[in-house]
């Protein structure tokens, strides 16, 4: 068990929804990564926050959103939904800041979004 | 910057025999480097890392690597392939402790019996 969590696990819905993927970070961990798995792309990385900041900003689209709460977890937000929308979206966590568990990545299980 | 390559996409091994999972890496820092696995519908699991401390990282489950900056790689090795290695495997570069990670592209291991 990495400590992270991420609700739902499994989600389906159809095109031009809305949906919000939940993760809570591993405890004490202020940074917050997203990434987008699918057969035809490989891993994306989508956005970090970092103690509630926008930190960087990879292949995102503008129909995508996300923000991290002052209690550090963390919203994706995906808008107007499309076929190939359909993926594993991961979160992730690092602590950063000092520590054996510096730098390292840990990652949930992964919302399995299906657009049909 | 920073990149990652992985050398191959898929990589085929019989049971019992050596695993060789290669990776190269470009980075302008002293660079940390991991190793993680994903086995089918899972999240990704770190499987070794490399810090700066000793070259030749001990991971689980059996896996290796070792970091030889001449080259500029990361391989992966583990000395006897086990039908549960069977997952993807990926190669990561993280500079100025971990505020960004650049991942390869993954690498298909195939155990076969």
């Known amino acids: 068990d990495s400590g992270v969590t991420q609700t739902p696990k499994h989600l389906i819905t159809a095109t031009g929804q809305r949906v919000t993927l939940r993760c809570s970070p591993r405890?004490?961990?202020?940074?917050v990564y997203w990434y987008q798995q699918s057969l035809d792309q490989g891993l994306q990385f989508l956005i970090q926050?970092?103690?509630?900041?926008?930190?960087a900003k990879g292949n995102i689209l503008e129909r995508f959103s996300a923000q991290q709460f002052p209690d550090l977890h963390s919203e994706l937000n995906l808008s107007s939904l499309e076929l190939g929308d359909s993926a594993l979206y991961f979160c992730?966590?690092?602590?950063?800041?000092?520590?054996?568990?510096?730098?390292?990545?840990?990652f949930g299980e992964g919302s399995r979004l299906t657009v049909l | 910057a920073q990149s990652v390559t992985q050398l191959d996409s898929h990589v085929s091994v019989s049971e019992g025999t050596p695993v060789l999972l290669r990776c190269n890496y470009s980075?302008?820092?002293?660079?940390?480097l991991f190793w993680y696995v994903q086995h089918p519908n899972k999240g990704l699991q770190l499987l070794l890392k490399?810090?700066?401390?000793?070259?030749l990282v001990k991971g689980i489950n059996g896996f290796e690597a070792e970091f030889k900056k001449s080259e500029t790689s990361f391989h992966l090795t583990k000395p006897s392939a086990h039908m549960s290695d069977a997952a993807e495997y990926f190669c990561?570069?993280?500079?100025?402790?971990?505020?960004?990670?650049?991942f390869g592209k993954g690498t298909r291991l195939l155990v076969k019996p």
């Open positions: 992730a966590s690092s602590a950063i800041a000092g520590g054996p568990d510096t730098g390292e990545l840990f």
């Open positions: 405890s004490g961990d202020l940074s």
């Open positions: 926050y970092y103690n509630g900041e926008e930190r």
């Open positions: 990561v570069v993280s500079e100025g402790q971990g505020f960004s990670f650049i």
């Open positions: 980075s302008s820092y002293s660079p940390s």
């Open positions: 490399y810090t700066s401390a000793a070259t």
